[in-house]
């Protein structure tokens, strides 16, 4: 404590440049390397930021860094976060934690009896739009909560990104690209899962790249590509989901929360602000002064929580939450296949609230 946290990154593809910008304002963490399987890009990240271009095996056990910040795809996610928890680093990853339940419970399992800690995204939660309307939830504006809706509908990534793949590709898909930001949101607000129904369905076999060097190359659909379900969380509130990326669009709220002295509506969960409106028994819509999260906040801030929380806490954006959301939503697609309700075996801690803040600081 005290000191900043020394960062290396795997993985210096698009998403990362949103973390280096976070790490600009962010006193809690510092890079000192990257790594990238394209040795040339992870060569020029390094010139750019100053920092050593290394190996991603040499990164992972270099003594000058402390944590290991996991940006590759999903299907690399716990191979390389092993490795990490292996020598001795903590790990923060991008969502999900891994492309499988019993990969993500591997990595939890392998930093609990490493003692390093483990982290995911997203972190979207803890910035001021989620945390406006949870505080809004915990101080009782909706009475008791009873139900909550989340819908995140698209025609498919496959329109703008350049390589697509895998978006349909297992450990892809609406539910396990978006979802992570739409259920770590509601249990942010709602608490755990206990149980999920739900049903799933794929609208065609290929989709068509619309941009970039491969524009007018199909890629094949291996994933279902629109899933609904009902979520009951354990304290015996009901959430409906939509994950879409065969629909168009929607005028539906990214979030409401429904209770029954008040509804919600929650900013989108894939952004760290925006505004929170209440619609009081008997009253009209209002607009909420923002009034908790990180102020500000971008993708990292996480990982900055994770370095500012002292030894013997839990950090936010933790391992324990990324295991249940991934459990939630592969349950989710379990019940779909079965077409009956699933039991969600994890559960995890409801995470602590932001105070309305800056910066995590060590």
């Known amino acids: 404590?005290?000191?900043?946290?020394?960062?290396?990154?795997?993985?210096?593809?698009?998403?990362?440049?949103?973390?280096?910008?976070?790490?600009?304002?962010?006193?809690?963490?510092?890079?000192?390397?990257?790594?990238?399987?394209?040795?040339?890009?992870?060569?020029?990240?390094?010139?750019?930021?100053?920092?050593?271009?290394?190996?991603v095996d040499e990164l992972v056990t270099d003594p000058e860094v402390d944590a290991v910040l996991n940006l590759t795809i999903p299907a690399?996610?716990?191979?390389?976060?092993?490795?990490?928890?292996?020598?001795?680093?903590?790990?923060?990853?991008?969502?999900?934690?891994?492309a499988t339940t019993d990969d993500a419970r591997a990595i939890v399992e392998a930093g609990r009896a490493a003692g390093v800690r483990v982290g995911c995204a997203p972190d979207t939660v803890l910035g001021t739009g989620v945390q406006t309307a949870r505080k809004a939830v915990d101080d009782g504006l909706v009475g008791t909560p009873v139900a909550a809706t989340a819908t995140m509908v698209t025609p498919g990534h496959e329109r703008w990104h350049p390589n697509p793949d895998f978006y349909y590709q297992p450990g892809g898909g609406p539910l396990l690209d978006m979802g992570p930001y739409y259920v770590t949101a509601l249990v942010t607000l709602l608490g755990p899962v206990e149980s999920v129904v739900g049903s799933a369905s794929r609208a065609r076999a290929t989709r068509t790249i619309g941009s970039g060097p491969r524009a007018g190359e199909q890629v094949p659909v291996d994933v279902d590509t629109h899933v609904t379900g009902v979520l009951r969380h354990e304290s015996g509130a009901l959430s409906t989901l939509v994950m879409s990326f065969d629909a168009v669009a929607t005028h539906a709220s990214c979030i409401e929360v429904h209770g029954d002295q008040g509804s919600l509506v929650v900013?989108?969960?894939?952004?760290?602000?925006?505004?929170?409106?209440?619609?009081?028994?008997?009253?009209?819509?209002?607009?909420?002064?923002?009034?908790?999260?990180?102020?500000?906040?971008?993708?990292?801030?996480?990982?900055?929580?994770?370095?500012?929380?002292?030894?013997?806490?839990?950090a936010r954006a933790n391992g324990d939450l990324a295991y249940h959301v991934l459990d939630v939503m592969t349950s989710l697609l379990t019940a779909a296949e079965k077409g009956?309700?699933?039991?969600?075996?994890?559960?995890?801690?409801?995470?602590?609230?932001?105070?309305?803040?800056?910066?995590?600081?060590?």
Not at 26 to 50: I, K, S, Y
Not at 273 to 291: K, Y
Request: with cysteine; hydrophobic share 45%.
């Open 267 to 314: 900013p989108d969960p894939n952004g760290f602000d925006g505004t929170v409106e209440l619609h009081r028994l008997g009253g009209g819509w209002e607009e909420l002064p923002v009034s908790a999260g990180y102020r500000d906040a971008g993708r990292g801030y996480g990982l900055a929580d994770l370095a500012a929380t002292p030894p013997g806490a839990t």
């Open 76 to 98: 690399a996610h716990a191979d390389v976060a092993l490795k990490a928890i292996a020598a001795g680093k903590d790990v923060y990853g991008e969502k999900p934690l891994a």
């Open 1 to 55: 404590m005290g000191q900043p946290l020394r960062i290396g990154i795997v993985g210096v593809g698009a998403i990362s440049g949103q973390y280096l910008s976070a790490f600009e304002r962010l006193e809690a963490v510092r890079l000192v390397a990257v790594a990238d399987l394209d040795a040339e890009r992870a060569a020029a990240v390094a010139a750019e930021q100053g920092v050593r271009a290394l190996t």
């Open 340 to 362: 009956t309700s699933v039991s969600v075996a994890s559960t995890c801690e409801r995470p602590a609230a932001v105070p309305l803040s800056d910066a995590p600081r060590v």
